[in-house]
């Protein structure tokens, strides 16, 4: 555990480093691509477990595993036809969109990009987003003075609008994005269990990127 850090920063020091390892990559060339991934995701992933014990109100525990596996498998199929049918806006930037098929010349290669890809898409990317937008941003503007005063699950009508608009401006499928910020929300104001948000978000990113394999979708990546 990192000592003598605020309490706000544990939870904004990942989502910072994600956002602008992200904003890196997207200006790398393609092969450099894989490599710079992978020290994103090794990088990310270590201050994440040194800061594991700076959210004690997000220890395991709880139930609805099963609303939130159905949630995140059904918000899949909305985000596909949700953002097929939105316009796209310049100024919300776009994704990689790398292709392995077609920058990585070797199998083993390939295989190895995809297993780090997914260990990100799947792990890493809804820790730091469930941390950052559903328990801190969520309760901090609920509450400023002293945000962990706020139980999980429990927020303003402002926080549930603010946050979602704002996790809908971080990605280039703004509607589908807004719309599945709200379910998560309704899914942890449910719950109360900050763990469904993780399984709904990595169910949902599981799909996807199983989708992107099987339909060269690479927008989606």
Known sequence: MIAKLPAWAAYVLPFGLFLLLTTIESHLPPNLYPVFYAVKIAIVGGVLIALRGSFPEARPGGGGWAWATALGVALFFLWIFVDTHTPHFAF?????????????ASPLGRFWFLAVRFLGLVVVAPLVEELFYRNFLLRFISDMDDFRKVPLGTFSVPALLISSGVFALSHPEWLAAAIFALALCGLLRYTKNFWTCILAHGVTNLLLGVYVLHTAQWQYW
Request: glycine content about 8%; charged content about 25%.
């Open 92 to 104: 919300l930037g776009t994704r990689t969109a790398f292709n392995p098929s077609r920058e990585i």
